[in-house]
C-alpha cells in the first residue's frame, strides 16, 4: 500500500485509457494516477518525485493537458485518454520531441525529461509552432537541477519546426 492510501476506502474497478489502450484496475479512487502507472501497469517512465505537485517529474497528459499525476486521484482519470512517456514513441519510431532532445543533448540525469517531454507534446498538440516565450511558459513548472533547461527549450523548438517541415 502506498503512503497516500487509506485502509478505510473500498477497492473499485475503473476503466483507463492509457497509450491508446484500455485496461482495468482495481484500486481505491483517491490513489494517486502515479502509483497506478508505477505499481500496478509497470510504466516506470512516469517518475515520482516530490509527491506535492511541485517539481514536474511525474506529468503526464489526460485528454491533451499535462497534469501531475501525483496529485490526481484515480478516478479523474476515468473516461479520459491518458498518455505517459511510454505512449509518445516507440525506439524504433521515436516521438519528434524525443528525437530533437537527443540531437539537442538536452536530457542530462533524465529525472525530470519525462515528465517535460509530455508537457512539450501537449503544448505541440495545442500550438504546434510555439515561441520561445511559450515554450518556456508550458515547462515553467518543470525543475531540472541539471541545467539542460535551455537545451530542453531548444529541442522542443527544434521539433515544432521539423513538425511543420
Not at 23 to 36: F, K, M, R
Request: hydrophobic share 40%; proline share 5%; aromatic share 2%.
Amino acid at each position: 500500500m502506498n503512503p497516500n492510501q487509506s485502509s478505510a476506502s473500498p477497492l473499485r474497478s475503473v476503466s483507463l485509457n492509457i497509450n491508446g489502450r484500455s485496461v482495468h484496475i482495481e484500486a481505491e479512487d483517491n490513489t494517486p494516477l502515479v502509483y497506478i502507472l508505477r505499481d500496478a501497469l509497470g510504466l516506470k517512465g512516469t517518475r515520482l518525485g516530490c509527491g506535492q505537485s511541485q517539481c514536474g517529474a511525474c506529468h503526464v497528459m489526460l485528454d491533451g493537458v499535462s497534469v501531475p499525476s501525483c496529485d490526481t486521484p484515480l478516478w479523474a482519470a476515468e473516461n479520459k485518454a491518458l498518455i505517459t512517456i511510454e505512449g509518445l514513441g516507440q525506439p524504433d519510431a521515436l516521438h519528434a520531441l524525443q528525437q530533437a532532445f537527443i540531437d539537442e543533448q538536452a536530457a542530462q540525469c533524465g529525472y525530470c525529461v519525462s515528465g517535460i517531454l509530455v508537457s512539450a507534446a501537449a503544448l505541440l498538440a495545442k500550438c504546434p509552432q510555439p515561441s520561445e516565450a511559450q515554450v518556456r511558459e508550458a515547462l515553467d513548472a518543470h525543475l531540472c537541477r541539471c541545467g539542460a533547461h535551455n537545451r530542453m527549450v531548444r529541442a522542443v523548438l527544434k521539433a515544432a519546426a521539423g513538425v511543420q517541415a
